[in-house]
T-cell receptor, first 112, second 117 residues
Framework: EDQVTQSPEALRLQEGESSSLNCSYT??????LFWYRQDPGKGPEFLFT???AGEEKEKERLKATLTKKESFLHITAPKPEDSATYLC?????????????FGKGTKLTVNP | DTGVSQNPRHKITKRGQNVTFRCDPI?????LYWYRQTLGQGPEFLTY????????KSRLLSDRFSAERPKGSFSTLEIQRTEQGDSAMYLC???????????????FGPGTRLTVT
């Protein structure tokens, strides 16, 4: 069964303190690895799609990378407005399923 | 705003009652997904439609749950005889897929929070 595991569960940073979030996956026939941001009480907001190992994508202070077993979301010089839960999800090809399999998320808090 | 919309945003109901949620996807999107999210967990897939056809259902979708997308536009999710374990955020997402098997980026709505008392 496809599985996505995120670590750490929670991360507290000072403003400007760079760090990385980890997403380990076992998804059969991975077609895409997705990152979302979710604010409290709201739906997930799409950030990135990564398709193959070695791929990188950037948006403002965020950079997502992908290997054959993991994805990382690097946050450079974070600001308090980056505080949110970051979700990772995989889309595989087993059985023709189109569903996204999500991890539990990493709750990021950035203190001023 | 041309994003995914969901109504109602909040619903409180008593155990045993039926509830229905509505989702309006991004207008040109042909796929519509339903997910459920409980506190501290990531969203869990329930079902999805391509146009009006329901193509996949999760084992989580018991016979008390039914979803429709009658004209390939908006969708409804009904829960019959609600139980306290149904309390969760119900999320709708939509995407545009041109070719089967290609990656689709799913865009989520704000969710409907259901509380069963």
């Amino acid at each position: 069964e496809d599985q996505v595991t995120q670590s750490p569960e929670a991360l507290r940073l000072q403003e400007g303190e760079s760090s990385s979030l980890n997403c380990s996956y076992t998804v059969s026939g991975l077609r895409g690895l997705f990152w979302y941001r979710q604010d409290p009480g709201k739906g997930p907001e799409f950030l990135f799609t990564l398709y193959s190992a070695g791929e990188e994508k950037e948006k403002e202070r965020l950079k997502a990378t992908l290997t054959k077993k993991e994805s990382f979301l690097h946050i450079t010089a974070p600001k308090p407005e980056d505080s949110a839960t970051y979700l990772c999800a995989g889309q595989g090809s087993q059985g023709g399923s189109e569903k996204l399999v999500f991890g539990k998320g990493t709750k990021l808090t950035v203190n001023p | 705003d041309t994003g995914v919309s969901q109504n109602p945003r909040h619903k409180i109901t008593k155990r045993g009652q039926n509830v229905t949620f509505r989702c309006d996807p991004i207008s040109e999107h042909n796929r519509l997904y339903w997910y459920r999210q409980t506190l501290g967990q990531g969203p869990e897939f329930l079902t999805y439609f391509q146009n009006e056809a329901q193509l996949e259902k999760s084992r989580l979708l018991s016979d008390r749950f039914s979803a429709e997308r009658p004209k390939g536009s908006f969708s409804t999710l009904e829960i019959q005889r609600t139980e306290q374990g149904d309390s969760a955020m119900y999320l709708c997402a939509s995407s545009l897929v041109v070719l089967t098997g290609r990656i689709d980026e799913q865009y989520f709505g704000p969710g409907t929070r259901l509380t069963v008392t």
